[in-house]
């Protein structure tokens, strides 16, 4: 089994990577559950909670709140599937997450061969 590229960004860059899971168990928990439930060969997960500090998503004010991500996946559960089911199998796998707080979830899901016709496509 090929391992799933695992981006991880944002703008706190080189010490957002650095900080342990520890300190960011949403961010662990969605990148675990992801590559267990759906065995990515692409995963980026960007939290984007910085951006909303203040809002009503991310009362606190915390820029690392951990209330707003963008997630890309590319899988191959995702084959034979409209981009609504595969945005449910997400939030069932994230079920626990969004409980918790998730105010925001960005969802960009796409099959290995989406992902590969997307890479050679030309722009307009």
């Known amino acids: 089994m090929e391992t799933p590229l695992v981006t991880r960004t944002g703008t706190w860059g080189m010490l957002r990577r650095a ?3 520890v300190m960011r168990p949403i961010y662990a928990r969605i990148e675990a559950k992801v590559t267990s439930g759906l065995a990515p060969t692409s995963l980026i997960i960007k939290d984007e ?13 915390d820029p690392d709140a951990e209330t707003h991500f ?12 409209m ?16 409980k918790d ?9 796409k099959t290995p061969a989406e ?10």
């Open 49 to 61: 909670s910085f951006k909303h500090a203040g809002h009503s998503g991310n009362p606190s004010g």
């Open 115 to 124: 992902a590969e016709k997307a890479k050679t496509a030309k722009p307009l």
């Open 101 to 109: 707080g998730i105010h925001a979830l960005s969802l960009k899901t």
């Open 70 to 81: 963008k997630v890309e996946i590319v899988s191959a559960a995702f084959e034979g599937k």
């Open 19 to 21: 900080m342990s899971t």
């Open 83 to 98: 981009p609504v089911a595969r945005h449910r199998m997400v939030y069932e796998i994230l079920d626990q997450e969004i």
